[in-house]
């Protein structure tokens, strides 16, 4: 008889920690999505970190410009070629300042969204990023490639 007093004992610990796991699992379950999407978010773009800003291929890009507003990260695109590069394509929805402007428009730039700069193949853009990084912003991603890149990606630009 005692043997079997014990063996129910262990069973309902046993029965009483399984419980304790199953009621843990939705806490458990909300904890790691909630992980997942701290790390997305902080590295978001997974592109080179340079000089306060981050390098990000056209495709990083090209996701967060067709999310739109529901992209879960506000966000801008800044084009900083001339008024006629700008003219001969853009990406839709891009906000025009050329670089040579930009110091003295910098007041045009939203500090609480991301914003990906982008000129004709990169040089002019990774200037521009490092002016904004200068200027007190934080969430800067300067498009590789520039608008060369996203046109060779197949992605659309307008006129």
Known sequence: MPVNIVAHKAQLIKNNLEWNFMRKIPFISLFVAALFVAVNVSACGMGEQVN?????????????????DKSPIPFMF????????????????????PVQELGKRLAEVPKDKRVYVYCHSGRR??????????GGF???ENIEGGIVAWKKAGYPVVK
Not at 80 to 97: F, N
Not at 125 to 134: E, G, P, R, T, Y
Request: no cysteine.
């Open 138 to 140: 934080g969430n800067i």
């Open 125 to 134: 853009s990774v200037i521009a990023s490092n002016m904004l990084v200068k």
């Open 78 to 97: 800044l084009d900083v070629r001339t008024p006629d590069e700008y003219r001969d394509g853009h990406i839709q929805g891009a906000v025009l300042i």
């Open 52 to 68: 306060g800003y981050e390098n990000s291929d056209v495709n990083h890009a090209h996701t967060h410009w067709q999310a739109g």
